[in-house]
């Protein structure tokens, strides 16, 4: 019998959605200052769903995919 898994990925990812462009700056502060923050930016997950597909069954986790400009 396995564990059950903690769900520890999807709070990471709801504050990367309502922080990112702080966690750009942070995390990566010469890609921050090339990205044109006045046309905004779209999280794009469920395209990132439709060119990700896992034949395994059950649920799944998928990383964050971002269109900036």
Same mark, same amino acid.
């Given at each position: 019998?396995?564990?059950?898994?903690?769900?520890?990925?999807?709070?990471?990812?709801?504050?990367?959605?309502?922080?990112?462009? !702080?966690?750009?700056?942070?995390?990566?502060?010469?890609?921050?200052? !090339?990205?044109?923050?006045?046309?905004?930016y !779209?999280?794009?997950?469920?395209e990132?769903?439709? @060119? @990700?597909?896992?034949?395994?069954?059950?649920?799944?986790?998928?990383?964050?995919? @971002?269109? @900036?400009?």
């Amino acid at each position: 019998m396995t564990e059950p898994r903690d769900e520890f990925d999807s709070p990471w990812k709801d504050i990367l959605e309502a922080y990112f462009p !702080d966690f750009m700056l942070f995390f990566f502060p010469q890609i921050y200052a !090339d990205i044109d923050w006045s046309r905004g930016y !779209d999280f794009l997950d469920q395209e990132l769903r439709q @060119v @990700v597909r896992d034949a395994e069954l059950g649920k799944r986790l998928l990383d964050k995919l @971002v269109k @900036v400009w």
